[in-house]
């Protein structure tokens, strides 16, 4: 036979059942509440490697072709002149054309020129996207025309020159006047360079300038900017030193 509660017993188990509620509520926050705050992070960081990953990949691909056949372009043949600014590894091969028959490049950088009657037969899905990514550069060879019909009629700034893309981290607060107008894909591969210099321990990452620089990075696609990783590290140290 059941006992009959007291009306004193049928409160305090009220309370406890209330205050097990509460603590199931608080729980439940904490493990929801806590991720959210770091997604975007974990967002940021998830892109920037996401990038890294396509490029090893698509080099990979490139790297399993045949041997060039390079063709030779005599000095009196209309071409167009290349320029390659990528960041890959210093040994990676790029290949253009059919077995890398139009020239390649090895490293970060690198120049080359392709006759004008081969430019239609270059422009493969994988060309296009590197042109459109900027990490190919026409420097010379079409008309202005021709340009605006490829998509390569650069702005002013759109994409970092020769001796910017070498220096980015050592330029310190220069890059900071350059990096507004950059296009997407340059700004993604200063954002890429710091955080591996940032990574590396380089004197040069300077967290004012960060800070700055990721101001000028957010976007509708990354609100919180491309250079937060680093920031929030920044932070995880300063108060771990606290």
């Not at 390659?84 to 590894?89: F, G, P, Y």
């Not at 210093?90 to 390649?104: H, I, P, Y």
């Not at 690198?110 to 493969?124: A, C, H, I, L, R």
Request: glycine share 6%.
């Amino acid at each position: 036979m059941a006992t009959k509660l007291t009306e004193e017993e049928k409160k305090a188990r009220a309370e406890a059942r209330k205050a097990a509620k509460l603590a199931e509520e608080a729980k439940a926050k904490e493990t929801t509440e806590e991720p959210a705050k770091n997604d975007e992070l974990e967002l940021l960081k998830a892109q920037i490697e996401a990038y890294k990953k396509q490029m090893a990949e698509m080099m990979a691909t490139m790297q399993t072709m045949q041997t060039p056949q390079v063709i030779t372009v005599p000095a009196s043949t209309e071409k167009i002149h290349f320029l390659w600014q990528a960041e890959v590894a210093d040994d990676n091969k790029v290949m253009f054309g059919q077995g890398g028959r139009l020239g390649s490049v090895t490293g970060k950088r690198g120049e080359f020129y392709v006759p004008k009657s081969e430019f239609t037969s270059m422009m493969d899905e994988q060309c296009r996207y590197f042109m459109d990514k900027r990490w190919l550069i026409v420097l010379d060879g079409l008309t202005e025309e021709e340009r605006e019909a490829y998509g390569v009629n650069y702005k002013p700034g759109e994409v970092l020159d020769r001796k910017a893309f070498d220096k980015i981290i050592e330029m310190g607060d220069k890059i900071l006047e350059i990096y507004p107008n950059l296009c997407d894909g340059n700004k993604m591969m200063v954002a890429q360079r710091y955080l591996e210099a940032y990574q590396r321990h380089s004197p040069f990452v300077k967290r004012e300038t960060v800070i700055k620089l990721n101001e000028n990075s957010k976007d509708n696609n990354c609100p919180r900017g491309y250079f937060m990783p680093i920031i929030e590290s920044m932070n995880a140290e300063l108060e771990g030193r606290a």
